[in-house]
């Protein structure tokens, strides 16, 4: 309680919490909740699940564009996989004895356990090529990247940090530059900030939000999943929005859109929760 009571009184109120995502299996379909637990993976159930090839391979929407398609619901012990044309399909959460198996996350090998075969036959149907689907027991399996993040912070099976901010500001301003907007759902976050100005998160390093504490690491680097469009799988555009991004925040390490952040004290997050920064410093988007 004295620690709550420190956070708010210490730091600026600069935003609040107008939508939160959780998106259970790694670039499959997400879901919009109105609250949830920060853990040290990020969201409760986030990216918790995977899609890989036969050897263990990660897949995503960069290969795969029709895994948009696939729409994902929270079951009783698992989850409801569904896509038009192939129904939906019930997925128990494997056991923690079940069968494992080490699958690849960019250059992170990592233990994991089958979902069965039932869950692959669906989705390879769905997805038109054989792949396994996999479930991540252990939070504590995947450090995230010690040259960003600080020691002991964790990662589930999203690309790098457990959790992913984005500003609706920072969105309406990269719409002015494109020749169509964009939804902010091409860019798969996990909170959704309302209030700051324009690319203000470049600066945040530690924010209180809700009951957690945030430590804003590195700015998140965008790829070719910005341009689908993540109702109809298709890309109405193949180089937006990346061309207007390499233009206007092109940086050490790619384009950038969005701020990577890790858990530094778990806790309930809401929407409308205040957005505090508890520390600031200069912009994080390192010049090439």
């Keep these: 309680m004295m620690q709550d009571m420190t956070d708010q009184a210490a730091g600026a109120c600069v935003a609040r919490v107008v939508a939160l995502h959780v998106h259970p299996v790694k670039s499959l379909g997400g ?9 040290p993976c990020g969201l409760e159930d986030d990216r918790r699940w995977m899609v890989t090839d036969p050897d263990g ?14 729409t994902v619901a929270r079951g009783t012990d698992g989850l409801v996989l569904a896509m038009e044309g192939h129904g939906a399909h019930a997925v128990a959460r494997p056991p923690v004895d079940g069968t494992r198996r080490i699958v690849r996350v960019w250059k992170d090998s990592v233990p994991a356990v089958d979902a069965g075969d039932a869950a692959a036959a669906w989705l390879g149907a769905a997805l038109g090529r054989p792949c396994r ?29 457990a959790v992913l901010l984005a500003s609706r500001a920072s969105l309406d301003a990269l719409n002015r530059d494109l020749p169509s907007p964009v939804p902010m759902d091409r860019f798969r976050p996990n909170l959704v900030l309302e209030g700051a100005a324009p690319w203000a998160e470049d600066g945040w390093r530690l924010l209180a939000v809700g009951e957690a504490l945030l430590r804003v690491v590195k700015p998140c680097s965008r790829c070719v999943i910005t341009t689908i469009d993540q109702r109809t799988a298709e890309s109405p555009d193949p ?3 990346l061309a207007t991004l390499a233009r206007t925040r092109r940086a050490r390490g790619g384009v950038m859109f969005g701020q990577n952040a890790v858990v530094v004290r778990p806790g309930r997050v809401a929407m409308g929760d205040d ?8 912009s994080n988007l390192l010049p090439v």
């Design 31 to 39: 879901i919009a909740v109105s609250a949830g637990r920060l853990g």
């Design 57 to 70: 391979g990660f897949l995503t929407q960069r290969q795969l564009a029709r895994m948009a398609l696939v």
């Design 133 to 161: 689907l996999v479930y991540l027991h252990d939070t504590g399996a995947r450090p995230a990247d010690p040259a960003f993040a600080p020691p002991g912070a964790t990662v589930g099976f999203a690309d790098g940090f």
């Design 239 to 241: 180089r937006e929005p």
């Design 275 to 282: 957005v505090r920064v508890l520390e600031e410093g200069p």
